[in-house]
Structure formats: C-alpha cells, structure tokens
C-alpha cells in the first residue's frame, strides 16, 4: 500500500523512463471503495475522478476527495474508504501491459489533480505505479497489512492461529451466538452508544455510516454480524464487506461489559 503527499505546483514529467525487467500483470486493483455508490456515501458532493481515455481501447480513472480545511484545500482519504488509488484496464476489464504506457497514464491522470495545500491517499496493495508519484515530486511511503489468501480454507486458518487465538474464541464460542444483523439501523444504535458510553465520538460521522451500512446491505457487498449473548443480548458486532476478489474489514464495537480490562 502506497501514500502520496505533494506541494502545489506539478512538476513537468520526465521524456523517458528508465527499462524494467518483465513483471507479472495482476488484476487491475478496481475496488469496492473504487464505486461511485461507495463515495457518494462516504463523500457525497465531495469527491471527483482523473479520467484518461487514449482512444486505444484503454481507460484510466483515479477517484479523489477534496474538502477545505483551515483554509486550505485537501485531497484525504475518504471516511471508510480503505484504499484507491488509480486504475488502468483495457475496455475489456483486462489490465493494461507494458510499465511504461501505465506511467504514461498515470502521469496523465495526476496532472488533472487541482492544486492542493495537502494531498495524501493509501493505494490497493496492486497498485505498481507509485513510482510515477515519486518522478513527480510526491513523497511516497509503504505501510503494512494482513490478507489471507482466498484459497485458504477454514480449517488451514483455524491451524495457522496462534494457541492463544484458538483458546479466545473456544472460550467466546461457549457463551455466544453470532448471527447476521439484517438491520443496518440497530448496527449502527449499538455502535453509537458504545461510543456514548466511553465519552467518544464517532470519528467517520454518524450519517456516513448509516449511509454506507444501509447501501452495502441493499447490494449485498457486506454482512454485519453480531455476537450475542443469552443473558446481555447483543455485545459485540462488526461489519465486513466484499468485492469481487477481497473481503475487508470495516467496523467494529464491543458493549463496555465485553471488555476485559
């Protein structure tokens, strides 16, 4: 995963790029949070998209988020939002092949970004391009996440825990059901009161949730799932949600009789 953060001016593009040894292609990193649907609700009216379209069968876009803070403009990270970052594919969904016709594209989509006083954006894992960021004058740094691959089946993560993370949920299994919440509405009352409870308060914005758990389980693009308990009722809960090729997490709360410690 990749950040970009830059000052106002766009520095001119280099004539070339340097050869690079033959990589392997992956699947253009078109994601959940890359919807249209997904940032009208996490920025609605806030955000906009760099689009490249050569005429050759390919296309690029980036989606961007932009509001105005202490005066100034800045392009963030939208609440909610994992990852983005740009996306180069052929007109058939394929990616497009050769490293320097993709920095061709990238370039030509930073170059449409406004100026801002800050911007900064985590890019999907797939994501190779960054190093047209790093010609232009970007900072760019690499962070860190887990994924478990998808052809893992559940006992082989089951094995793969730690002793102490099977012996967690043995435990929790004991005195929990966990069950689907099907309305997006008591999600989010739980979470909102957790947050009362602990004098805090909701970072992403209470609207912004509700839109977003109420979209993604009218698309079917996510579960929210709770762990009851015989005696407390509902204590902890959690939204998950999916595309085409990666689940992700995205929220989580626990009543404050859960904690322990």
Not at 224 to 253: H, K, N, P, R
Request: hydrophobic content about 40%; proline content about 9%.
């Amino acid at each position: 995963t990749s950040s970009a953060g830059r000052l106002l001016e766009h520095p001119s593009p280099p004539a070339s790029y340097p050869e690079r040894a033959p990589e392997r292609i992956v699947p253009p990193p078109y994601s959940l949070f890359h919807e249209p649907w997904w940032l009208d609700c996490a920025a609605p009216g806030a955000w906009s998209e760099a689009q490249a379209a050569p005429g050759d069968g390919t296309t690029a876009r980036w989606p961007y988020h932009l509001r105005h803070r202490w005066g100034m403009l800045i392009s963030t990270q939208p609440p909610l939002t994992r990852t983005l970052g740009p996306v180069l594919r052929l007109a058939n969904g394929e990616p497009i092949p050769g490293f320097r016709r993709r920095l061709r594209l990238t370039v030509a989509l930073i170059n449409q970004l406004p100026r801002t006083h800050l911007f900064q954006q985590t890019f999907d894992p797939r994501i190779t391009e960054a190093v047209a960021f790093r010609v232009l004058g970007f900072n760019v740094e690499t962070t860190y996440t887990f994924r478990i691959d998808p052809a893992r089946t559940p006992d082989q993560v089951w094995s793969q825990m730690t002793d102490k993370t099977r012996n967690v949920i043995r435990r929790a299994g004991e005195r929990l059901d966990v069950s689907p919440i099907d309305d997006p509405e008591r999600f989010c009352e739980f979470y909102e009161t957790n947050l009362g409870a602990a004098r805090r308060r909701n970072m992403y914005g209470a609207a912004i949730m509700r839109r977003l758990t109420r979209e993604l389980m009218l698309r079917g693009a996510g579960v929210l799932l709770g762990a009851q308990s015989a005696t407390a009722g509902l204590v902890a809960a959690i939204a998950v949600v999916w595309d085409a090729e990666t689940a992700y997490f995205l929220l989580s709360s626990r009543s404050p009789a859960a904690h322990s410690g």
